[in-house]
């Protein structure tokens, strides 16, 4: 599976989701010990499983949560703790791919409701579920993985109400059992998001608020 983590960087660097050194993925197995995740500023076009940083849990001494122990020398994502708050509580094995998807950031930026907009087309809502936009934080900030995770609806038990989620003026955040079936989840939502901005219909409701706010 570490190989599908080098696979899937090209990919969307290929579709130009994401510059030579964006992007992060993470990956947990089943109660895992480890987690395995992107290197920071790392070139993602030459990703091969031996880059990957591979990070112990282990339960820190004053708070009593388990946390990824980051020794020195190791340089994963600067994203990582978006990606450990949706790991952390986790019972199964599970990948969180991180992108700055295209038409998904512009359909953001626009002003679409993501979640509203799927719900239209059956294309995406049998197979992915859409949640709430995360509104725009800094990116890196732990700010912006708490809210990310709440927007998934993370459960205590470490389940999720949603498979994949915008950030305003950042990117998309999906969470899957493999790095491939993440990707599967941005593709959908990004393609339906090309199909809405290419119709006109993100342009005529923009023009229609500005003329309600100019009145």
Request: hydrophobic share 40%; proline share 4%.
């Amino acid at each position: 599976m570490l190989t599908a983590i080098g696979d899937v960087m090209r990919r969307v660097y290929e579709r130009g989701w994401i510059t030579t050194r964006d992007g992060n993925i993470s990956m947990r197995k089943r109660d895992g010990k480890y987690l395995y995740i992107t290197p920071s500023g790392w070139r993602k076009t030459i990703v091969h499983p031996e880059h990957v940083v591979r990070l112990e849990i282990v339960r820190d001494s004053v708070t009593g949560l388990t946390v990824p122990n980051i020794r020195d020398g190791q340089q994963p994502s600067g994203e990582l703790w978006m990606h450990w708050n949706l790991q952390q509580y986790s019972k199964k094995t599970r990948t969180v791919v991180h992108v700055h998807a295209t038409h998904i950031v512009a359909a953001m930026y626009a002003g679409i409701d993501l979640q509203a907009m799927s719900a239209e087309f059956p294309e995406i809502s049998r197979y992915t579920r859409v949640g709430p936009t995360v509104p725009a934080l800094p990116a890196l900030s732990r700010e912006l993985a708490e809210v990310t995770a709440k927007c998934f609806g993370l459960r205590k038990d470490g389940e999720l109400e949603f498979d994949i989620v915008g950030q305003a003026n950042h990117g998309v955040c999906a969470v899957a059992i493999d790095p491939w079936a993440a990707y599967e989840h941005i593709e959908r939502l990004d393609h339906i998001c090309e199909i809405v901005l290419k119709s006109g219909v993100a342009a005529r409701s923009a023009t229609r608020q500005s003329t309600s706010l100019a009145a």
